[in-house]
């Protein structure tokens, strides 16, 4: 009905009649879903480490278009129709393999504490999304 909200999870259908407005993507995904990979840091978009993809449509040009995003900042409401992936869709220990960023992420000893890593993760996953063979400027930019 025209008062849920819907749109998808790692490729799952989530229908919810009953949001508040005021709920962050990031709460949502961690309190409703229990996505708990997705951390929050400081909650107001200045440390990535909620960063999660968001994919929909370019009304101008009908392809799919791949964005990381500060679920912290984003109304759990503004995604409604579209596709979010978290750290869990795209690989894990435990359920499935490590995505290739997560391996070269531990391998070569990229986090510290690790809280912000999953954010991290995301931002490069997204950028490779967008472009398989980003240069240096690119990735500057993506992880900024
Ligand atoms: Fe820090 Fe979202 S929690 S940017």
């Not at 107001?44 to 799919?64: K, R």
């Amino acid at each position: 009905d025209q008062n849920s909200l819907l749109f998808y999870v790692n490729g799952k259908r989530v229908e919810d009649q009953n949001v508040d407005p005021r709920t962050t993507l990031a709460t949502y995904l961690r309190e409703n879903l229990k996505l708990t990979g997705t951390k929050i840091g400081c909650n107001e978009g200045g440390c990535g480490a909620c960063t999660i993809m968001v994919s929909d449509l370019d009304p101008a040009t009908d392809e799919i278009r791949h964005y990381s995003v500060n679920a912290c900042l984003t109304p759990v409401c503004s995604v409604f129709g579209k596709a979010v992936i978290t750290v869990e869709g795209i690989g894990s220990v435990a359920k499935k393999r490590l995505h290739p960023i997560q391996e070269r992420l531990s391998v070569a000893h990229g986090s510290q504490c690790g809280y912000c890593t999953p954010g991290f993760v995301m931002a490069m996953y997204a950028l490779l999304r967008n472009k398989p063979k980003p240069n240096m400027e690119d990735v500057d930019e993506a992880i900024q």
